[in-house]
């Protein structure tokens, strides 16, 4: 069983930066697809970036140019850089994991704040 713990997020203004880490536990996950979600308050919870065991990474048109998304498989652990932050990205931010047989794994959420 994969555990994940996320961390990192924060109180930032408007155009500032913050990166968010993913440290997965239990298992090896350098050869998993990992994301990024977010869930803001009355919202569904939505993709924001992932990054496939091969490193390609894909983005929401929302954070596209502005967020980045990388792994480091010798510290198990995925990263969002997120940079030039607006108030609208204003979430919780939750990592999972893409595990065997369509499962997933997910971390207990980290919150990004960001004040105009």
């Known amino acids: 069983q994969v555990q994940l713990v996320e961390s990192g997020g924060g109180l930032a203004q408007a155009g500032g930066s913050l990166r968010l880490s993913c440290i997965a536990s239990?298992?090896?996950?350098?050869?998993?697809?990992m994301e990024w979600y977010r869930q803001a308050p009355g919202n569904e919870r939505k993709l924001v970036a992932g990054?496939?065991?091969?490193?390609?990474?894909y983005y929401a048109d929302a954070v596209k140019g502005r967020f980045t998304i990388s792994r480091d498989n010798a510290k198990n652990t995925v990263y969002l850089q997120m940079n030039s932050l607006k108030p609208e990205d204003t979430a919780v931010y939750y990592c999972?994991?893409?595990?065997?047989?369509?499962?997933?794994?997910w971390g207990q959420g980290t919150q990004v704040t960001v004040s105009s």
């Open positions: 999972t994991v893409l595990l065997a047989g369509g499962k997933t794994s």
């Open positions: 239990g298992s090896n996950v350098s050869l998993n697809q």
């Open positions: 990054i496939t065991a091969s490193r390609r990474s």
